[in-house]
């Protein structure tokens, strides 16, 4: 379409990322666009303000178009009050759309009272100011925009704007807290391992073997400290343990220093606090998610995905250190996030947690148009019976995608996961 308009206006609820993805595609393709309006809400004891939003929007358009661009931030006094909604436009946004110039109004963002009294407000001035008016809105579901009159104007949009992680955080203020981690390249043969117990059906023969036990403190949680391990291998009840069988294949296949147990089986003193600490946690779980982080890196690289794994993050506002969340794998299609989280846990009320961890993490970095997946050792009933549930409770079968043990061979996953993104 040939795209006239010279100001665009958009409206800056708490999801800033569908604001940014309109006027990156009216950017591409309006080379008239030079004035971007955006409408938020004024900070009062009744009403959350939103004009925070509108900075790091700001800041991420201007990095990817040098400061070409020019800004009105246009504050509502009360964005449940039709009348005050008018006043404050009257007042402080009609002024600045003299005739003959083009305006569009894209409605996505902010309240629905918003879009409703700014779109009606804008078609009545726009007849009496010989004003130029159209409007859209971003479909979250489709990734496509419609046009009120033209309708569906755009493909997947995903396909053509993107942005990196670290831009997707900052603009719903987040940010990362810790650095990337080198466990991929530490345990890379031993999940190769775990590959071939997947593909030959012995995963199970792992856990016959792994007694999750031996590594719990007293406090219920993953050991820490050597002295913690030395304490509990002492007990009566693990005098005589062995580890064998698939258990056993892949201690040999770790690195020497994180290895806890001796060729034969018996128990190893570990080299220090940290491989201890690192192999616990790897056999514990991480080999699952350092698994499917390698399947989806050998899979999807290129078709405008970018994926990374273990980001610690946290509100730029939370001020406590111990405030923060992880994130397992990470997934952005262009400018989608899909939020990946992985338990070795087989029981359904603690996986059902974790996918309500992981939607609303989700949800809260990534905005609405975010997916969750949820991988399991659930069976195939179990699994069948979360996502049900999970569905009804995120209203929605695309929000999130629930995957089980007989999910986790690598075709097998690949084409659950590529099905669920498209």
Not at 30 to 47: G, H, M
Not at 399 to 413: A, F, P, R, T
Request: one cysteine or more; glycine letters at 6%.
């Amino acid at each position: 379409m040939n795209y006239q308009f010279c100001n665009l206006i958009l409206l800056t609820g708490t999801n800033p990322l569908p604001n940014f993805v309109v006027a990156e595609y009216f950017l591409a393709q309006n080379k008239n666009l030079k004035n971007i309006f955006l409408i938020y809400s004024e900070e009062t004891n009744n009403q959350r303000g939103t004009k925070n939003y509108c900075d790091t929007l700001k800041e991420l358009l201007n990095s990817h178009h040098q400061n070409n661009l020019t800004f009105e931030f246009i504050h509502l006094s009360n964005i449940s009050d039709a009348s005050q909604i008018r006043r404050d436009l009257d007042a402080r946004l009609l002024p600045l759309l003299n005739s003959p110039f083009s305006v569009h109004l894209n409605y996505t963002g902010g309240t629905k009272v918003m879009g409703t009294h700014i779109y009606r407000w804008l078609e009545e001035k726009a007849r009496e100011n010989n004003i130029k008016a159209s409007f859209s809105y971003l479909d979250a579901r489709t990734f496509q925009i419609v046009d009120d009159i033209n309708g569906r104007i755009t493909g997947d949009l995903r396909n053509e704007i993107g942005l990196s992680i670290q831009e997707l955080i900052s603009l719903h203020e987040f940010e990362r807290k810790n650095k990337p981690s080198e466990e991929m390249e530490l345990f890379e043969e031993t999940v190769k391992n775990f590959k071939e117990l997947i593909e030959n059906d012995k995963l199970g023969e792992y856990f016959s073997g792994y007694k999750r036990e031996i590594f719990i403190n007293k406090k219920g949680n993953l050991i820490e400290t050597k002295k913690e391990f030395l304490e509990n291998i002492q007990k009566e009840k693990y005098k005589n343990f062995k580890a064998e069988g698939a258990f056993l294949k892949i201690i040999k296949s770790m690195p020497e220093d994180y290895r806890l147990f001796n060729d034969d089986g018996s128990f190893r003193e570990p080299k220090s606090n940290d491989c201890l600490k690192q192999a616990v946690k790897f056999l514990d779980g991480k080999w699952l998610e350092l698994y499917v982080f390698d399947v989806l890196k050998n899979n999807l690289t290129g078709q405008n995905i970018e994926i990374d794994r273990n980001w610690e993050i946290k509100k730029k506002q939370w001020s406590s250190p111990h405030q923060k969340f992880e994130l397992d794998i990470i997934l952005l299609k262009g400018y989608q996030l899909i939020g990946i989280s992985c338990t070795t846990a087989s029981q359904r009320h603690i996986c059902k947690s974790k996918g309500f961890e992981i939607f609303l993490r989700t949800r809260q970095i990534g905005g609405k148009e975010a997916r969750a997946v949820l991988i399991t050792r659930l069976n195939e009933s179990q699994r069948n019976e979360l996502q049900e549930e999970l569905e009804i409770d995120t209203e929605g079968k695309e929000n999130i995608l629930v995957l089980g043990e007989d999910d986790l061979k690598e075709s097998v996953l690949i084409n659950r996961i590529k099905d669920f993104i498209k």
